[in-house]
Nanobody
Framework: QVQLVESGGGSVQAGGSLRLSCTASGYTGLMAWFRQAPGKEREGVAAISARGELTTYADSVKGRFTISRDSAKNTVYLDMNSLKPEDASMYYC???????????????????WGQGNQVTVSS
């Protein structure tokens, strides 16, 4: 089992920026960020391949969010810019089960999850 420890998040005004970090113990594969707001389904936000050469984003965050990773630190980041009130949610990082670049924003690909970090965006 992969242990994922998240940090970052918090409260920001609309238009502001935040960075989320997720450190994975002993894991270097496909990783992603998801979010889930109260009463809504979990949504895949961004994913990054093992070596960081491939990334994908939900349409709702394209051009505003950037996923990246530092392999030396086993850490994945989510830089969130131009935040909107609708971005407010609990954000989770996740580590995939198995290799391959497919269904990267589907939660069914992911076996291990971080504890979640709350992001609040005020208008």
């Amino acid at each position: 089992q992969v242990q994922l420890v998240e940090s970052g998040g918090g409260s920001v005004q609309a238009g502001g920026s935040l960075r989320l970090s997720c450190t994975a113990s002993g894991y270097t594969g496909l990783m992603a960020w998801f979010r889930q707001a109260p009463g809504k389904e979990r949504e895949g936000v961004a994913a990054i391949s093992a070596r960081g050469e491939l990334t994908t984003y939900a349409d709702s965050v394209k051009g505003r969010f950037t996923i990246s990773r530092d392999s030396a630190k086993n850490t994945v980041y989510l830089d969130m810019n131009s935040l909107k009130p609708e971005d407010a949610s609990m954000y989770y990082c996740a580590a995939a089960y198995g290799g391959g670049w497919f269904s990267t924003l589907s939660e069914t690909r992911y076996l291990d999850w971080g504890q979640g970090n709350q992001v609040t965006v005020s208008s």
